[in-house]
């Protein structure tokens, strides 16, 4: 296939015009779902792994995988991005990547507000504010399905035998 075939059938399903960047993100996060978004003149594609403030301004980290400014793996890895300098952001279908965590960039957050399941907190320093449990960790829709599938399953029903 090649690669105008391969990028038009990755088309990223536009976000509701009626969300912000923040809750986007933050739904990216709980979905584990891969974005696309420009950021100082480039287009990017990343997986959005933690959403907090910085010096009171929103910020999400990130671990990008594509930089229209830079070739190939170039423009791969760990990202600190500024929400209000993120511009036309949508959600992409590509699977969720990660990259390794001595890399992560330091000093990025000060305060979490989500957090993608089985992400470590800890390594953004020891300083950093964390949310409560129920609000920092999402736990991917797709798995609460699973959950509540596997839980209805297990469940005793009143229906004779």
């Keep these: 296939m ?3 075939q391969r990028e038009f059938t ?3 399903r536009t976000a509701n015009p009626g969300v912000d960047h923040y809750e986007l993100l933050r739904q990216a996060i709980a979905n584990q779902q891969s974005a696309t978004a420009s950021y100082q003149g480039s287009r990017r594609q990343f997986c959005p792994h933690v959403l907090g403030r910085k010096a009171g301004h929103h910020v999400v980290l990130v671990y990008q995988y594509t930089d229209s400014a830079r070739a190939g793996a170039a423009g ?5 991005f500024a929400l209000d300098r993120l511009h036309n952001i949508s959600l992409l279908g590509s699977r969720w990547r990660s990259g390794e965590p001595d890399t992560l960039p330091a000093d990025c957050i ?3 507000d989500a957090a993608v399941e089985g992400f470590d907190t800890s390594l953004l320093g020891p300083d950093v504010e964390v949310a409560p449990t129920s ?3 999402l736990t991917p829709l797709r798995k609460q399905a699973e959950s509540k599938e596997e839980s209805a ?3 005793p029903t009143d229906e004779p035998t």
């Design 110 to 112: 000060d305060a979490v």
């Design 153 to 155: 399953a297990a469940a």
């Design 2 to 4: 090649d690669r105008r």
């Design 135 to 137: 609000d920092a960790t």
């Design 10 to 12: 990755n088309r990223p």
């Design 76 to 80: 791969a890895g760990w990202q600190c």
